[in-house]
């Protein structure tokens, strides 16, 4: 089975600017969730979609968005970049339920905003 | 805010010898997870432990929980130097999946 996929892998923007991230999850998966990571503040937890219904959301601002495809592919967005942005976006795909045993993570996307 | 606390930071051992890593964490939760990452790149998990456990094994990984002390541990015994890498804690509140709350994680250097 192809693990999870994210595009593109790095990414340098300009502040105001607006990126768009992708993430392919593992076949079968219908829950896809977003994570930041970040030196200063770690792992943080963004979204989570399932079903095309985003079913959890994090402390983020409305600047940060995703929407989930019928295949359950997933895409973040998020406008007016901000240099605090700059982190590691990592998508992580699972079965939900109360019998799912892990997340399984992609690579990650690396945005630099400059 | 972060849910989970772990210490240490940093931890620096020969090969062979034990890690041990621990987590504390806020609220209740249904589950808690350990997960590795080497070098920035993606999260690979190692082991999860249920919130009526009190201790799980997975090869040299032992992990146990303590949910009256809000805490967990993980041991790895005989380490290698492939082992280097960053720890995570994660909880999850829901049961369901999909969202995770991380601690902050400990570097782990294992020196051949």
């Not at chain 1, 192809?2 to 607006?18: D, F, H, N, S, W």
Request: proline share 4%; charged share 20%; with cysteine.
């Amino acid at each position: 089975k192809a693990g999870v996929t994210q595009t593109p892998r790095y990414l340098i923007k300009t502040r105001g600017q607006q990126v768009t991230l992708s993430c392919s999850p593992i076949s079968g998966h219908r829950s896809v969730s977003w994570y930041q990571q970040t030196p200063g503040q770690g792992l943080q937890f963004l979204f989570e979609y399932f079903s095309e219904t985003q079913r959890n959301k994090g402390n983020f601002p409305g600047r940060f968005s995703g929407r989930q495809f019928s295949n359950s592919r997933s895409e973040m967005n998020v406008s007016t970049l901000e240099l605090g942005d700059s982190a590691l976006y990592l998508c992580a795909s699972s079965l939900r339920g109360p019998n799912y045993n892990e997340q399984f993570f992609g690579p990650g996307t690396r945005l630099t905003v400059l | 805010s972060q849910q989970g606390e772990e210490d240490p930071q940093a931890l620096s051992i020969q090969e062979g010898e034990n890690a041990t890593m621990n987590c504390s964490y806020k609220t209740s939760i249904n589950n808690l997870q350990w997960y590795r990452q080497n070098s920035g790149r993606g999260l690979v998990h190692l082991i999860l432990i249920r919130s009526n456990e009190r201790e799980k094994h997975s090869g040299r990984l032992r992990v146990t929980l303590d949910t009256s002390k809000k805490s967990s541990s993980l041991l790895i015994t005989a380490s290698r130097a492939a082992d280097t890498a960053s720890y995570f804690c994660a909880t999850d509140l829901t049961n369901q999946g999909g969202k995770l709350i991380f601690g902050q994680g400990t570097e782990l250097s294992v020196k051949p």
